[in-house]
């Protein structure tokens, strides 16, 4: 599985952006994707997943302001980000998790991560 994040960029405070994420995959079941952050000095948080059925979690600090979405006939990811902070600024990474067709064993695949700065 690879996973290849895009959309970051340096937008004002009370901004949008939005991250697209395509996994290539092969002979492999995608069940939850997701989005995380990490800020400079800080650990990776987070920010919101969503399972295969569709359902759909966020952490509190992006509720309201962030909308998570996927497309399981493409494999793509996206993360609408609305109301823009400054503490939205980190490199966002994807996740995807899942099982290969012939194997019973979860595995948890990471994109390279794409850098949102947030200026206020």
Same mark, same amino acid.
């Given at each position: ?14 901004? !949008?952006? $939005?991250?697209?994420?395509? %996994? !290539?995959? *092969? $002979? ?17 948080? $987070?920010? %919101?997943?969503? #399972? &295969?059925?569709? &359902?759909?979690?966020? &952490?509190? *600090?992006?509720?309201? $302001?962030?909308?998570? *979405? ?18 939205? #600024? %980190? ?16 595995? %948890? ?9 947030? &200026?206020?």
């Amino acid at each position: 599985v690879q996973l290849q994040a895009s959309g970051g960029g340096l937008v004002q405070a009370g901004g !949008s952006l $939005r991250l697209s994420c395509a %996994a !290539s995959v *092969s $002979r492999f079941r995608l069940n939850t994707m997701g989005w995380y952050r990490q800020g400079q000095g800080k650990q990776r948080e $987070r920010v %919101a997943t969503i #399972t &295969s059925g569709g &359902s759909i979690d966020y &952490s509190d *600090s992006v509720e309201g $302001r962030f909308t998570i *979405s996927r497309d399981n006939a493409t494999n793509m990811l996206y993360l609408q980000m609305n109301s823009l902070k400054p503490e939205d #600024t %980190a490199v966002y990474y994807c996740q995807a998790v899942g099982t290969p067709l012939y194997d019973l064993r979860t595995y %948890a695949y990471w994109g390279q991560g794409t850098l949102v700065t947030v &200026s206020s």
